[in-house]
């Protein structure tokens, strides 16, 4: 009887949607196409393997003590396979570098290699992932209050030597899969009161990004992310958007756009359309910041409509690598990364469904009434019940049954930890 409802109901949205010349048949070809890169550190509160028991710094809290966190390999592992089995699509997983399969032994960033990833790679092919990776700047002795920008030549060089080896990684991980590995790069570098070296500091890590790419890798995407501030580095960051967007316009990389990363005022989506034209591609983290870059779950706000609304309304689908990057501590860490991956999801099937073409013609003859109008209905199209066909038609829950799903996994796994 579900079944019957859930496929009578995309029939009639099919059909209101042809109305406006839309077919929904087509969109969900695309939209199975829109891979997320999830990301591990939403299971364990960005704790990684290198020092379980470590403190975070660089700006970067998780908050909450939800109980059910991952403590190992296995159940981070274990957990993105149950948040993978109630997603709709094939999506990929993003890792950070203090996620290495070390096997007890201390590995300094500046010594990782392409073998402590290799469970990761056979993982990836055994449950039919590609896979990304960042290196890891926050967390460290060596992290202080800079690290590629560091006064310190010494620490510069190893910081300088962790991003190179986290990039061959990366690059490993793209030959063994088949497929270019996104290498995403973010530095905490500031100052949390006056700086009068504004200048020395970003010119130390123009030098030193301009070390680390210097070694070319085929497999990978290279991307640089920006910040405004981060908390006890409020007030300078050294790799700011202005400066990681020239840098990226001048070498041919991508730019990062967190959301959670630029002034309350400002919408990522507006950066888009200027920095395809300049640069090769995009990295997006999707993220839901309340005040300061917090981190929240993502749900489907306006933000994340707007953000996906650009990027499908300039064609730009195949420039963008869509990138998660919440960790909520203080719920289900189960529940939250779902919700969050399907508000995603939601936002770029909204986009999709809209007219476009019609809408771009109404634009060009000065019809803006009509283009209004045109957009004011299409929020109130049977959007969701596409979005539940694809559930549907991918065998993973429909609407709200998930929440049973992840409160049986809570009961069984989670909750024995």
Known sequence: MKDAKIQQAYEAAKARYAEIGVDTDAVLEQIAKVSLSLHCWQTDDVTGFENPDGQLSGGIQATGNYPGKARNIEEVRKDIEKVKSLLPGNHR????????????????RDQIEPKHFQSWI??????????????????????????????????????????????????????????????????????????????????????????????KFANVKDAVESKVFGVGLESYTVGSHEFYMGYAVQNGIMCTLDMGHFHPTEETYDKISSLLLFTPEIMLHVSRPVRWDSDHVVILNDSVQLLAQEIVWANALNKTNIGLDYFDASINRIGAYVVGSRATQKAFLQALLTPISKLRQYEANGQLFQRMAVLEEAKSMPWA???????????VPVAEDYITEIEKYEKEITSKR
């Open 93 to 108: 997983l993003n890792i950070h570098a203090i996620y290495g399969d070390f096997g007890g032994q201390k590995v300094d």
């Open 122 to 215: 056979d993982w990836a092919k055994a449950n039919n992932m590609k896979l990304d990776f960042n290196s890891t700047s926050f967390s460290h002795p060596k992290s202080g209050d800079q690290s590629l920008s560091n006064r310190d030549k010494g620490i510069r060089d190893f910081w300088i030597e962790h991003t190179i080896r986290s990039r061959k990684i990366a690059d490993e991980m793209g030959k063994q899969l088949g497929d270019k590995a996104c290498h995403n790069l973010w530095i905490h570098d500031g100052s949390k009161d006056m700086t009068v070296d504004r200048y020395l500091y970003r010119s130390l890590l123009k030098d030193s990004l301009d070390q680390i790419f210097a070694h």
């Open 385 to 395: 019940a596409v979005y539940d066909y694809f559930c549907y038609k991918n065998n």
